[in-house]
């Protein structure tokens, strides 16, 4: 069962293509507006003193998670009961896993607590990140990937994948047609490594709301290998508890450059392409697209991008400050070997995506273009006529907002309280007018 009481799809069923994880807590919001300000693709609307989410343009960044003073926000993801449902099961602790802890708890023996808490098997994410790395060279070698317009922007992280489905379509083409490395260990794990075995449960240890929605809703591919994503927040306190007297039980297979992926600049690093830019954090993630697609980028090859401050370490279901992850996270790379060792296993030949990524229709006024249209000419209208302070108060995050809305049928141009304060007066101005008025039998005029 999920926080709200409900039992989500499981992800390798059939789901919702809208699922999503951030959810609100109504008893918790009090109408602020804060949220709306934050949102990256004006998502969130206040009607009736609380927060609505529109899930055609949600893309589960948990900026608003970050920023709610309320705590009103939240991200659904399966509790670690889950795992009894199973035979066998098999976690995947993404990176960023480690940077939760202080240095005096080894991977090794973080993996081992894992397997106290319950889990059968462990499968670092990060090897799986050192195939999506080897993949990614690929791209900028001769052959047919070589056609693939510059800058490649990284697909790894779902957030980012969306924002440029909702927000920045034209730019589809730019992002990198592989699997996030979290897909490529789930499918290692259960569909290589346990291939034809029955009752197998893949579990991600996730540092973000976003790969929680991936698991249900894919993007780029038809149906995920996960079987469930546990928070890392969830997960944090049991771990700790069994620290003490998990042991090392396993022996972590990742090298550096996996590992290092959890942070900003980590996969830059890992591909080596000396003309890539890593950007962190979801406004300076829309300045580089907004420049990408004004063209302002061409000397630019590659883009690493990702949603949360410092990276994956920095995601809203992490419990640790970002930047203090980030140092730990740098510290414990720099033991490791710069590589895993061999694999013991053949991976998977195809680590591409299965479908194509369309854009999201989360602008669409109308399906009928010639309606569209008119809408969209009233639409500019109504904001031409609005103040332009975007200050929020009618519960959108701008007068362009509040236009849309207007037009779609969902407010009223009164819903400022300029235009409000504007229709106040001319009514007032009428009614004194009205009383001056005498009847005509009265009228000495």
């Given at each position: 069962m999920n926080p709200d009481g409900e039992a989500p799809e499981g992800p390798g069923e059939a789901a919702p293509r809208l699922f999503h994880s951030v959810k609100l807590d109504p008893d918790k919001c009090v109408g602020c507006t804060t949220c709306i300000k934050k949102c990256p693709t004006e998502a969130i609307r206040v009607r009736k003193g609380r927060a609505r989410i529109i899930d055609e343009r949600c893309i589960d960044c948990g900026?608003?998670?970050?920023?709610?003073?309320?705590?009103?926000?939240?991200?659904?993801?399966?509790?670690?009961?889950?795992?009894?449902?199973?035979?066998?099961?098999?976690?995947?602790?993404?990176?960023?896993?480690?940077?939760?802890?202080?240095?005096?708890?080894?991977?090794?023996r973080l993996l081992s607590g894992l397997l106290a808490l319950g889990f059968d098997e462990v499968f670092e994410v990060a090897e799986a990140a050192e195939l999506v790395t080897a993949r990614s060279r690929g791209l900028f070698e001769a052959g047919p990937a070589a056609d693939l317009p510059k800058p490649l922007i990284s697909s790894a992280c779902p957030a980012v994948v969306k924002l440029v489905q909702v927000r920045y379509p034209s730019l589809i083409s730019h992002l990198a047609p592989l699997l996030p490395p979290v897909e490529v260990a789930a499918r290692i794990a259960k569909h290589v490594l346990h291939a034809g075995e029955e009752g197998v449960g893949v579990f991600l240890v996730s540092p973000c709301a976003g790969k929680v929605t991936a698991a249900r809703s894919p993007v780029g591919y038809a149906r995920s290998a996960l079987d469930g994503v546990i928070g890392i927040k969830d997960l944090y306190l049991p771990l700790r508890a069994v620290l003490g007297q998990a042991g090392d039980r396993i022996r972590s297979r990742a090298g550096r450059r996996g590992v290092e992926w959890a942070r900003t600049e980590g996969e830059a690093d890992a591909l080596g392409e000396r003309r890539s830019i890593s950007v962190d954090g979801i406004a300076s993630v829309i300045g580089v697209l907004e420049a990408l697609e004004n063209g302002k980028l061409k000397d630019v090859a590659y883009i690493e991008a990702l949603a949360c401050p410092a990276g994956c370490v920095g995601g809203p279901?992490?419990?640790?400050?970002?930047?203090?992850?980030?140092?730990?996270?740098?510290?414990?790379?720099?033991?490791?070997?710069?590589?895993?060792?061999?694999?013991?296993?053949?991976?998977?030949?195809?680590?591409?995506?299965?479908?194509?990524?369309a854009p999201r229709s989360a602008l669409a006024l109308d399906p009928d273009m010639l309606k569209a249209m008119i809408m969209m000419e009233e639409m500019d209208q109504l904001a031409a006529a609005l103040p332009g302070l975007d200050c929020g108060s009618c519960g959108a995050p701008s007068c362009q907002a509040l236009a849309e809305d207007v037009v779609r049928g969902v407010a009223v141009e009164t819903d400022c309280v300029f235009k409000l304060r504007e229709s106040v007066r001319e009514l007032a101005g009428r009614l004194l007018a009205l009383e001056e008025l005498k009847p005509p039998g009265l009228d000495k005029d």
């Open positions: 900026e608003c998670i970050r920023t709610c003073p309320h705590g009103a926000k939240k991200a659904v993801s399966d509790p670690l009961s889950m795992i009894a449902g199973y035979r066998h099961t098999i976690a995947l602790p993404a990176p960023s896993l480690y940077a939760q802890f202080d240095e005096r708890w080894s991977i090794d279901l992490t419990v640790e400050n970002p930047y203090i992850a980030r140092n730990r996270l740098r510290n414990r790379a720099e033991a490791l070997p710069e590589n895993a060792p061999p694999l013991s296993y053949e991976p998977p030949s195809d680590l591409g995506w299965s479908e194509a990524v």
